[in-house]
Nanobody, 126 residues
Framework: EGRLVESGGGLVQPGGSLRLSCAAS????????MNWVRQAPGKGSEWVSG???????YYTSSVKGRFTISRDNAKNMVYLQMNNLRPEDTGLYHC????????????????????WGQGTQVTVSS
């Protein structure tokens, strides 16, 4: 059975950096588009970033230039490097995988994805 496990979250001051990791197992990772979706109390869910099976990358406008998504198919890993963090980046970050159909499908609903991790908490506060 497929599984996604996130790590790397924590408490960081504004302007700081974190690197989130997502370990995939139990499915053909290279054939899946991978995404990061965050949930914040009182703000709902927000799609943050995605990387398709060809390693094309996509970002929501608020994180462009600050976040970088990458994948390592040899290790079945996807990463999110987050720099210049802001308090509004606070949230529970979920890794989500969807079998590639040739175009990245980006959304916030869990049922859009074939695999969904439990999340890692990111808190940006002074």
């Amino acid at each position: 059975e497929g599984r996604l496990v996130e790590s790397g979250g924590g408490l960081v001051q504004p302007g700081g950096s974190l690197r989130l990791s997502c370990a995939a197992s139990g499915f053909e990772f290279a054939n899946y588009d991978m995404n990061w979706v965050r949930q914040a109390p009182g703000k709902g869910s927000e799609w943050v970033s995605g990387i398709d099976r060809r390693a094309e990358t996509y970002y929501t406008s608020s994180v462009k230039g600050r976040f970088t998504i990458s994948r390592d198919n040899a290790k079945n890993m996807v990463y999110l490097q987050m720099n210049n963090l802001r308090p509004e980046d606070t949230g529970l970050y979920h890794c989500a995988g969807r079998r590639s159909i040739g175009t990245l499908v980006a959304g916030t609903e869990q049922n859009l994805y074939h695999y969904w991790g439990q999340g890692t908490q990111v808190t940006v506060s002074s």
